[in-house]
């Protein structure tokens, strides 16, 4: 029997995929589910169940969640990366690295195809056949799915002529959880009006007094949260997470171009990614040359649509990195936040190589740096171009 390695993760399509590519592809199905951050030991361990209960050769994890930090998620926050200005990428990062993951391991293996779950109608179909075809040429690309159309009824009917009798009631809310944040789609964001109930959200909103909350960030890593050191980020992640989300912070909606040429809408709820791009924006602000901003600005609008698009392989991507990397030297410092219901207040920024230095200058008042002919002088010179522009265009020429 031929190989195939199966992008796995348990719900009704990945399931389908399951019996349908063993028993009448007849092929030796290898499923794989790649963590990201999103399962709980006690999740993983009913998934694996579930995938040997449908006839799978194999069941494997592959937690690639350290590479994830180190090889996306820390760009995101050092570009301060928020699709639309609203949304940190919290899928859409997860999709690609899921999609190396599992390159990696059919090559490992041997396998001569590789199936994923995805349907005909988003993102993510291609997100994982874009990689797939870069990194494993030659190699065929199965989408059940996708190729037969089908409604989720049909699905759970060829389940049950084949034996299997699962729970799968269709929830009212689809949930993606990640380490960068969690996705939420339902009947609300199908349209361009209307927002998701309070229940629809992971975390309920429980937390009604204020908190502050203290960062410190070492060349534009996350270290120090509230004085505690961590040596590990995505630790430091969860624990922003642990104590920002029960206020409701993070949740929004986010609208944008889909890769495939249509509009989409998608609710989702990420205190961390949020508190932590902000805050480190903010320390950007304090300790980087306006030229730096600037630049920063226009690369990272690219590197968002890079990511998003699953063009994460296209060598553009490391010249970005680098460039992100060379820019975050000074940013170091911490930042004082205080947690409300809905929202949180950026305080202020403690740091030694903070430009705002009242030793050199101090905005609105009086400056050692410049004398009032200085400033005459430096105006009439910065007024000059628009001068001449006007003065050739006076009389309407």
């Known amino acids: 029997m031929e190989k195939v390695v199966l992008a796995y993760s348990g719900g009704l399509d990945t399931s389908y995929c399951a019996v349908y590519l063993s028993k009448i592809k007849k092929l030796e199905v290898h499923a794989v589910l790649v963590d990201l951050g999103g399962f709980s030991p006690t999740e993983l361990q009913a998934i694996e169940n579930r995938a040997l209960e449908l006839g799978v050769a194999s069941f494997t994890v592959l937690n690639v969640q350290e590479q994830y930090y180190d090889e996306c998620l820390k760009y995101l926050v050092f570009g301060n990366v928020l699709k639309n200005n609203t949304y940190p990428l919290s899928v859409s990062s997860e999709r690609v690295f899921q999609a190396r993951a599992l390159a990696l391991y059919a090559q490992k293996i041997g396998a001569r195809s590789i199936a994923h779950g995805s349907t005909g109608a988003g993102n993510d179909q291609v997100r994982f056949d874009s990689i797939f075809q870069v990194l494993l040429p030659g190699v065929e690309i199965l989408t059940p799915i996708r190729d037969q159309k089908l409604s989720r009824d049909e699905e759970i009917e060829f389940l049950r002529s084949h034996g299997v009798e699962l729970d799968f009631q269709k929830a009212q809310y689809s ?52 004085g505690s050191e961590f040596q590990c980020p995505i630790e430091a992640i969860r624990t922003i997470a642990r104590i920002a989300q029960p206020f409701g912070i993070g949740r929004d909606i986010h609208v944008g171009d889909t890769i495939i040429g249509i509009k989409g809408r998608v609710a989702f709820e990420a205190a961390a990614p949020l508190i932590i791009i902000k805050a480190h924006h903010l320390l950007e602000k304090h300790t980087l040359t306006k030229a730096q901003m600037l630049l920063k600005d226009q690369v990272t609008l690219t590197y968002a649509n890079l990511i998003h698009d699953g063009q994460v392989l296209d060598p553009v991507v490391k010249d970005i990195e680098a460039l992100l990397v060379s820019s975050q030297e000074k940013v170091t410092g911490e930042v004082t936040l205080e947690l409300h219901p809905f929202h949180f207040n950026l305080l202020g920024v403690a740091s030694k190589n903070d430009l705002m230095n009242k030793k050199y200058a101090s905005y609105g008042e009086e400056n050692p740096l410049w004398n009032a002919q200085d400033m005459k002088g430096f105006i009439k010179i910065n007024s000059n171009a628009l001068s001449i522009y006007h003065k050739v265009h006076e009389n309407g020429n």
């Open 175 to 226: 949930v993606n959880k990640g380490l960068w944040g969690t996705s939420i789609g339902g009947k609300e964001t199908l349209g361009s009006l209307g927002a998701l109930p309070e229940e629809a959200y992971p975390t309920p909103a429980t937390k009604k007094q204020p908190e502050f909350l203290a960062l410190y960030f070492e060349k534009g890593e996350l270290k120090k949260i509230n």
